[in-house]
Every structure is written in C-alpha cells, then in structure tokens.
C-alpha cells in the first residue's frame, strides 16, 4: 500500500468517525438518553430562590426593657451578660394585646434588613402600626435559603415533548436540615450552656433558628426553637415538563408548622396551619408559603408565628446534557479538515 492509499484510508476512517460521532448525537436526543445527566436522587425541585419572606416567632422572648431584649447594660452599652437577642429586631407589643407594653423579640429566618417585619405582624394587633427597632441582620442566605423539596421518580419524565407528573407521584420534604442537636456557647462570658438536644441528630426544617449563630442569650439561648414542617391535601396538577426542563408547577396544599424548644422537645409544640401554593404567583415556578397565628402550649403562652417566605423554584440539576451531547458532534465534524 502507498503512502498515497494510506493518507485516503486515514481520512475516510475520521470521516466516518465523524459520521458516527454526530449520528450517536442526534440518537441519544432524539431517543432520550442523553438528558438524563443525572440520577433520580439527584434530581429534584428545590423551593430555594431568588426568594424574600421569611418565617417569624414574636411574643416568645419579651423583656419589659428594651435595653435587655436587645442585649444591653442599664447605660445602652453591649454586654455579654445579658439575657436578650441582640441580633433580632424587636417591637413594643400594643395596648390591649396580651402582654402589652412589654418589647418581643421577632425571631425571623432568615433575616434582611429589606423585611417588612411591621406589615407581617399588624393583622395580630388589629392593623396598629408598629414601630420596629433593632432590625441590623441580613443574612448571606437570604435570598437562596431553601424552603424545603419536591422529589420524584424522574423516569416519569419523557426526554422529548411534554410530560406531567401528577401531585399524587411527588413527594414534599421540608425538613431537609440534618442538626445534630448541639447549641454552642455565645459570646464570651456568656452563661449559656453547651446543649444537645435530647433525641439528636433531628432533622428540621432549614428556616429554624436554634441552630444558627443568632440563637443567643443564656442557657440554650433565647431563640432555641426549631420548626417541623408538613403537608396535607395537595392538589393541582402537578408538574409540567417541555423537553425534560420544569416548564410549570401547580399544586396547593395545607401546611403544619410545629415549634418545639431544643431543651425539651417532648415537652409540647406549638402548631399554625396556612398553605403551601403555585396560585398566588404570575410566575410559573412560583411558590408562597401563608401560614399565621397564635398557639398556647406548655410554658408557650399566646406565641405569634407569621410565615411568607415565597420565591422561584429550580429543577436541581438542569438536565442540559442532550444538547451538549448534539452540540459535541456538530462541533467535531464543523472541525473536520478540508478536503477530507
């Protein structure tokens, strides 16, 4: 064989390479294997961000000074001895409300300094404007803490066309926070103790306060609670695919909030019931949470809770490979050389 013959036969051998490489693109598109980048306990709906809201106790840890609820000595100054919540807005509860007169502490997750705590709080005061003092706190989070998710068998879901899983076939899971039930000392000096929750690890939901660096104050901390969260008689259609991406959700469903206090989570829990819905949003993977009221229960007494966390939902992860996978062998015979 020449060196003529064997120069032909190395192209007509990549060339058919190519042809294979851009056909086996096209297949995997076109027979749906190539979407499926990831595996059914990867992929899931994330009730994440861009978000705003939050969700808020008040009427739990009140002070009848204003200096102590916000963590301060007699002359206004920062103390480590102190039994408040620095960290947390507060409020003076109104004439002829329970406990009037006195300030609460509103122990909101995740904080901003962007949240209307007053217009979340006045319909438990018979619309009277609040003044809210003490609001410092933006959390890192704040716009992409996660709410909770939707999972699903992502076998349902057709690589190709249209798709929709109904909302008996998706499971919510809103306590997607593993604690290991510890609530380390605060600041230096501080009296607080280094708890662990009887019954630990726990899993809570993400948006509790008694894990994060704003529980302070002595003991277990003045805002040792954390939030178990359900959901119960979920309607609507469900999900809607295009192509493999989250094109729709439509679903509304009743939702259980459960407070518990770390140092004694058997002890009783408050319970607020609201919804969980795709209703309330022009966006199609809207979501809101509209949960309020007022519980009593064990040494809770008329404990305020508001929650209205609400944001755009994702399909963690995108499953983009089918395009990529097509993209890949158009590129490669785009690049083939000339005259082959």
């Known amino acids: 064989m020449t060196a003529t013959t064997t120069a032909a036969s190395k192209r007509i051998r990549s060339r058919d390479l190519l042809s294979v490489l851009c056909w086996v693109g096209l297949s995997a598109v076109i027979a749906g294997s190539a979407p499926a980048a990831a595996t059914d306990a990867e992929l899931f709906i994330d009730l994440a961000g861009p978000a705003t809201g939050f969700a808020a106790t008040f009427n739990f840890k009140n002070s009848t000074s204003q200096n102590n609820i916000q963590g301060l ?11 408040g919540l620095p960290q947390y807005p507060n409020f003076r509860i109104p004439t002829g409300s329970t406990n009037a007169g006195v ?34 706190v933006t959390q890192p989070d704040f716009d992409t803490l996660s709410s909770g998710r939707i999972d699903f068998d992502h076998g349902l879901i057709a690589p190709v066309g249209s798709s929709v899983i109904g909302v008996d076939d998706l499971s919510f899971n809103f306590n997607t926070f593993t604690w290991d039930g510890v609530i380390a000392p605060g600041q230096t000096g501080d009296s607080r103790s280094n708890l662990t929750t009887p019954g630990a690890p726990l899993d809570i939901s993400p948006l509790s306060p008694a894990y994060t660096p704003y529980n302070d104050g002595s003991g277990g901390g003045n805002a040792q609670i954390f939030y178990r969260i359900s959901i119960d008689n979920v309607t609507g259609n469900g999900l809607t695919f295009l192509d493999s991406a989250l094109l729709d959700m439509d679903f509304r469903g009743e939702i259980l909030v459960e407070i518990f206090v770390a140092a004694a989570p058997t002890a009783g829990s408050l319970e607020y019931r609201g919804t969980l819905s795709t209703d309330t949003t022009p966006d199609p993977l809207g979501y809101a949470f509209a949960v309020a009221g007022i519980d009593s229960e064990a040494f809770f007494a008329d404990t305020g809770f508001v929650m209205n966390r609400s944001g755009t939902a994702s399909l963690v992860p995108e499953p983009a490979a089918g395009v990529s996978v097509l993209g890949v062998g158009l590129v490669a015979a785009r690049r083939r050389p000339r005259g082959a």
């Not at 000595?73 to 039994?83: I, V």
């Not at 502490?105 to 003092?133: K, N, R, V, W």
């Open 73 to 83: 000595d007699g002359s206004g100054n920062p103390t480590p001895f102190h039994n």
């Open 103 to 136: 300030y609460s502490a509103i122990i909101a997750s995740p904080q901003s300094t962007a949240s209307d705590y007053a217009a979340a709080l006045a319909p438990f005061y018979g619309g009277t404007s609040l003044t809210i003092s003490n609001q410092t």
